[in-house]
């Protein structure tokens, strides 16, 4: 027999040849995206569908695409940058999860409205609160009234195929829709399963062929107008329209089903019915756990059991007539949902199935199990539980409960537990740090006692939390902490500090502590600090003069990019508070994709260097100028190298907090996991980067600039290479080919520090 190579041919018994290999389902989408290569991919990290941007980074870096990858400031703006670029009639992806999609979410029924293909994977997941990061189906069920075509791919196989299906669905004549492709975060996203793919790019991309190209916002000899406002016997003939293109949706996917088969020799359907041609009972269930329950079907037919199984590859449009074809004849059905529609006595697709079964007159019991929440496990004694209910429903001719939770457990209650003892009113009150201001010059002044006097002072997070070894931000908090006197309220964004500290039903804080979505923390803090000083004025809550509570917000890890817009807000309102931000100098929660205050340069999971790349591209933000230009009434920067310096701008803040406004402060901390250090050098690099100019130590005082600490002057100024050399995540600059980079990023932080040092010389600037 002839062996066929690549070389040689790309096509083998008239089929393009495949690779057979072990990936996840996002390896697979990224795989696939990589192959047809669209034109933009604006994104930003939430897990689990974080990696599909990672890979897609890594395989750029080795130059195996050219899509220019976007990375935006939260979800709504990547949608915002993938609507803008599908204007352009290209092609555009995205990939989102989660509370992620209900950030982006107004945008969808924008991009579907105005008819702009792209395509978004959406890794199913939990929609918190409270937080949960595994998967279920709450966030796919928002998805499904945004007008969106959605196919749900149960396994990582069929994540690569309807990955290369979706973009010729969207571009279709007779659709001209945004697409998603929906699977299971964790349980597809992240398991390895045996998969074939097409080694041949050129064979992908002659699969997907060239965009469909109807209109664009980049001909000006052209010009168009794009999501006009309507008037209302308009906006009902848009919706009319898109209905129709909805429905042409079903129809166009299965011809495409039906050619993709001939090139890969996998066939889909709109639904998958197994064995339910005779079936009294059927299941019904979404993703992977329809895998699972697919052995549960053919084991209980080894004895005797007429049971089956439906599951559906196309959500959106709603495949009616498939569903009653699928289910003629079977005489009690359950829907398993991974997602409840609370209050509703019954979820989103049974109400659906149930019409649509009810439209025919069909006969059929329909019940309905809510199960797997928060990603719990489907297993198979789970899916035999679901159709020996189905047939106990068949045999008795009616639903004895139709509707139900499956596999809840007694619970603890809606508190945490309380498991370190809260700090008590001496504790918290010790008297240690005073603050006082000159009533003559205006000037603030902070007393504090020695060091040892200091440690002392109770921990407001107990030890016992779940921080990487050698991770800075439970020591920059800690010194900031013991710089504030009397009690405090705390509100953490998401991030690495609150995930590790808040583990249910347990906590780490001896405080009052507070979370809330990742970008709306000031805000909601904000909230809080105004119905405390209401309650005050009106006599509900007694607080003595200068011993108000003291409200910090604890941002990090990305907050105070996707947070800008309410941080800046809060800033403006000049609410008494203070937000205090830990600067990782990556999004190290999700697992280090590049931020805004990532410096140029540096390598993150998103900035890979490689071949055509040398990391990030662009310089950090100077986030604690941006908050100085808000002009309110104190401003830091600080850092665990430097106790007392950090620990005197915590009295100062909390001064500013309870008798001016807000105060806002930056410490840099070390990520030994993801710097790639060593834990032990953490305050020795971050002690670096202050003498290196990098990370300046000031203060920022009713609008005047002081210099805390000028290495210039204590002799101590280090090159910013010296800096770079004590991480491994940018060893690579020091590589020759890069010396341009390590140039400009001195040059960059030299002006930042002239600049500094001109403030603090003219209190005018």
Request: glycine share 10%.
């Amino acid at each position: 027999m002839a062996v066929v190579r690549k070389e040689e041919s790309a096509v083998l018994n008239g089929k393009v040849t495949q690779k057979q290999d072990f990936k996840t389902g996002n390896e697979m989408a990224a795989l696939a995206i990589a192959q047809y290569n669209p034109h933009i991919m604006g994104y930003y990290p939430i897990t689990p569908s974080t990696e599909i941007a990672e890979f897609l980074d890594e395989m750029k870096a080795e130059g195996d695409h050219t899509i220019t990858m976007i990375p935006a400031d939260g979800e709504h703006g990547a949608a915002g940058i993938c609507f803008g670029a599908s204007t352009g009639a290209g092609r555009v992806v995205n990939a989102t999860s989660a509370n992620g999609l209900l950030y982006a979410l107004e945008q969808l029924p924008v991009q579907s409205g105005t008819r702009l293909p792209m395509v978004l994977n959406l890794v199913c997941r939990a929609v918190s609160g409270p937080l949960d990061i595994r998967g279920d189906h709450s966030d796919l069920y928002f998805a499904i009234h945004t007008g969106w075509p959605i196919i749900m791919a149960r396994n990582p196989q069929m994540v690569y195929d309807f990955n290369l299906l979706a973009p010729r669905l969207a571009e279709h004549p007779d659709v001209r829709l945004p697409v998603i492709v929906a699977y299971d975060g964790f349980f597809t996203s992240h398991q390895k399963r045996r998969v074939s793919y097409f080694e041949d790019k050129q064979a992908v991309q002659d699969f997907v062929g060239p965009y469909l190209e109807t209109v664009t916002t980049l001909d000006p000899r052209h010009p168009i107008t794009v999501g006009p406002y309507m008037n209302d016997p308009d906006l009902i003939n848009n919706k009319y329209q898109l209905h129709m293109a909805m429905e042409a949706a079903g129809r166009v996917a299965r011809s495409l089903f039906a050619e993709y088969s001939k090139l890969s020799g996998r066939s889909y359907d709109l639904v998958d019915a197994y064995r339910t041609e005779d079936a009294d009972a059927v299941v019904f269930l979404l993703g992977s756990a329809a895998d699972t329950a697919k052995d549960v079907v053919d084991k209980m037919r080894e004895q005797g059991k007429k049971v089956g199984l439906l599951a559906l590859n196309v959500i959106r449009p709603f495949p009616v007539e498939e569903i009653r074809q699928a289910l003629k004849g079977v005489k009690a059905l359950l829907v398993g949902e991974r997602a409840d529609s609370v209050g509703s006595a019954g979820g989103v697709l049974s109400s659906e199935i149930k019409s649509a079964l009810m439209d025919a007159g069909m006969t059929t019991r329909v019940l309905t199990r809510i199960y797997g929440l928060g990603g719990k496990d489907f297993y198979p004694e789970d899916a035999e539980a679901f159709l020996q209910l189905a047939l106990d429903t068949a045999k008795a001719g009616k639903v004895e409960v139709p509707f139900d939770y499956y596999g809840t457990t007694a619970t603890t209650g809606n508190k945490p537990v309380t498991v370190v003892p809260p700090l008590s009113y001496e504790e918290t009150h010790t008297g240690l740090v005073k603050t006082s201001r000159d009533e003559a010059t205006g000037e603030l002044k902070v007393v504090l006692p020695p060091p040892r006097a200091l440690m002392g002072k109770q921990k407001k997070i107990a030890p016992g939390h779940g921080a990487c070894p050698g991770c800075g931000i439970f020591g920059a908090i800690d010194q900031f902490m013991r710089g504030l006197e009397g009690d405090i309220v705390v509100l953490f964004h998401t991030g690495c500090a609150m995930v590790v500290t808040t583990g249910y039903p347990f906590s780490s804080h001896r405080v009052t502590y507070v979370h809330n979505l990742f970008q709306n923390g000031a805000a909601t803090l904000s909230g809080v600090v105004e119905m405390y000083y209401e309650k005050v004025r009106r006599g509900e809550i007694e607080a003595p003069a200068g011993d108000e509570l003291t409200f910090v917000m604890v941002t990090g890890d990305g907050g105070m990019d996707i947070g800008m817009g309410p941080a800046i807000g809060t800033a403006l309102r000049n609410h008494k508070m203070i937000i205090l931000e830990y600067d990782n100098e990556g999004y190290m929660n999700t697992g280090a994709q590049l931020s805004y205050s990532t410096p140029m340069g540096h390598m993150t999971s998103t900035s890979h260097p490689g071949q055509t790349s040398f990391g990030k591209t662009f310089h950090h933000k100077d986030t604690p100028q941006i908050m100085a230009a808000t002009n309110i009434p104190y401003v830091f920067t600080g850092v665990e190298a430097f106790p007392q310096d950090l620990m005197k701008k915590a009295a100062k803040a909390q001064w500013y907090a309870k008798n001016v406004g807000l105060a806002y402060g930056k410490v840099l901390i070390a990520c030994p996991l993801n710097w790639k250090s060593d834990d032990r050098l953490g305050t020795k690099i971050v002690e670096a980067a202050v003498n290196s100019c990098f990370f300046p130590l000031y203060e920022v005082e009713q609008g005047i600039t002081k210099i805390t600490y000028n290495p210039e002057e204590k002799g101590k100024r280090v090159p910013a290479a010296d800096w770079l050399k004590m991480m491994g995540k940018t060893r690579h600059l020091l590589k020759p080919e890069n010396a341009p980079v390590v140039e400009e990023f001195e040059r960059e932080v030299e002006r930042r520090w002239q600049r500094l040092r001109a403030k603090n010389d003219n209190p005018l600037l």
